[in-house]
């Protein structure tokens, strides 16, 4: 009976994705039934991936959900959720255009809606005869189309502007040291903040002094103590670090805490000056016992991460989370005298690349070879290449090996809808310049699939391979998945950076892991 219902759950999902006109238009088999469900649950967790802040992760997603789906809508709206990423925050609306021309001329369905975005995203990079020459195609093939008075709104504006034709750029503010806002939680009810010490208070905007205030909510009001008030947030300052309790979370931390209400739960923000706000990450994200240029590195490329997510994030109530999801951030219990001396000698610097923020991914460990963003992700970045990388493999986390069934691997595709019952054979399908294996094909019983590696087989919904730049062999009855690397491999390898920081500077380092950027003291 169980079977049944998700099989009915899964066509639900499948129809609520097609129009009338794609189901009376031919017969879903039950793979296709299957890889509908598996797209769309990649298009969902995309959406999840860019409220975190994982937007090369996000576009990889929705090029899995690209490769499942048999329905031209969903494919679509995969493709228009890669241009949104590519434009607003990976800083390539150029490639986002490309996606939209694509669409247009692939998709004829689509191609009023594609031809739309096009036209806007030309008016938000201020490119308007660009933006005027789409719009005007888009009124003279679809006269009577749903965005019709949205382009004649926005063609009436430009002629107002005028501005000259010109790519903008971040406007990259020096001198100013930036305040973070840290995401500590959005899901508990109840709070409590104390002062640091026995001499010491909390104050709160326009509501008094104290010792300890417990924070709740009742409906869509803050509660203070007990108290409902009219207050939409509250502010809570102090002259040392504030002790914060929520959930199972306990933290010290410097700066601000701002608690409001969002989506029915307690909305905790700390709001802290960046420079202050790495002396908690670096040791988190390195070990404090490494060297002391390793660690100026690792201080660099966090600063650069949390300022490119503050600079993309303008739209949302938060630049950064305090947990993996962004940068572990531990608040001030987790700091070292090492890690805060590589965060003060490297105080303000930035690494960019064109004058721009570059967004600084990095690993725990290449693996011996930098993997290319564009063969894992789906996009590149030129400072994000593969290239070799041997002192990764003197550190940790440098090889692995797993073991599975074949029974096992078949019963855990199976649980997230992908059967492949009678495994004869897993091989490399497509590599990347680096090596690791981006796409697997996997011969069974029924026939064949063809699957990305990292967001199926490797996936922690599957296999939790750590890399895969691996070596995949047959021995009886099992897989032996033998690798190397932990982690994407894109960017910065902690461990080769620990490694190469006994002999090397910081700047050398960077300039290693992110080729081509420099680094900019920006305050």
Known sequence: MK?????????????????????????????????????????????????????????????????????????????????????????????????????????????????????????????????????????????????????????????????????????????????????????????????????DSICTDAMGCGKKYTVGLKGDKLVLDGKTVSAKRIKFTSKTPLKVAYGSEKKRVRGVVDVSIRKGKLLILNLVDIEDYLKSVVPAESYASWPAEALKAQAIAARTYAYYQKLHRTHLFYDVYADTYDQMYGGVDREDKRTDAAVKQTRGKVLVYKKKPILSQYTANSGGYTADAKAIFGTGKDYLVAHKDPASLKGKMATWTRKFKVATIESKLKKIGISVPGIKSIEPLEKGPSGRITK????????????????????????????????????????????????????????????????????????????????????
């Open 440 to 523: 697997v094909r996997i011969k069974y019983s029924g026939g064949h699939r063809d699957l990305r590696t990292r967001t199926t087989l490797g996936s922690s919904r599957v296999l939790s391979l750590p890399d895969i730049l691996l070596r995949i062999d047959r021995e009886g009855g099992y897989y032996v998945f033998k690798g190397n690397g932990w982690g994407h491999g894109v960017g910065y390898s902690q461990w080769g950076s620990a490694e190469l920081g006994k002999t090397k500077k910081y700047d050398t380092i960077l300039n290693f892991y992110y080729p081509g950027s420099s680094i900019d003291q920006l305050w």
């Open 3 to 199: 079977s049944v219902f998700f099989k009915i759950f899964i066509l639900f999902i499948l129809l609520g994705a097609v129009s009338v006109q794609d189901v009376s238009a031919r017969t879903y088999s039950q793979v296709e039934i299957e890889d509908q469900a598996q797209a769309q649950w990649h298009i969902n967790y995309a959406s999840y991936l860019i409220d975190i802040g994982k937007y090369f992760e996000a576009l990889e997603q929705y090029d899995t959900a690209i490769d499942f789906s048999p329905v031209a809508k969903t494919r679509v709206n995969a493709m228009f959720g890669k241009a949104m990423v590519l434009s607003t925050f990976l800083d390539a609306p150029e490639k986002a255009a490309d996606i939209y021309r694509m669409v247009g001329r692939n998709y004829p369905d689509y191609s009023e809606t594609a031809l739309y975005r096009l036209g806007f995203l030309y008016y938000q990079m201020n490119l308007y005869d660009k933006s005027r020459s789409v719009f005007k195609q888009y009124l003279k093939y679809f006269p009577d189309g749903k965005f019709r008075y949205q382009v004649e709104a926005v063609v009436s504006t430009m002629e107002v502007k005028k501005k000259p034709e010109e790519k903008p750029e971040v406007k990259v503010p020096v001198g100013k040291e930036p305040e973070l806002r840290v995401c500590l939680s959005r899901s508990v009810t109840s709070m409590v903040v104390t002062a640091g010490g026995k001499e």
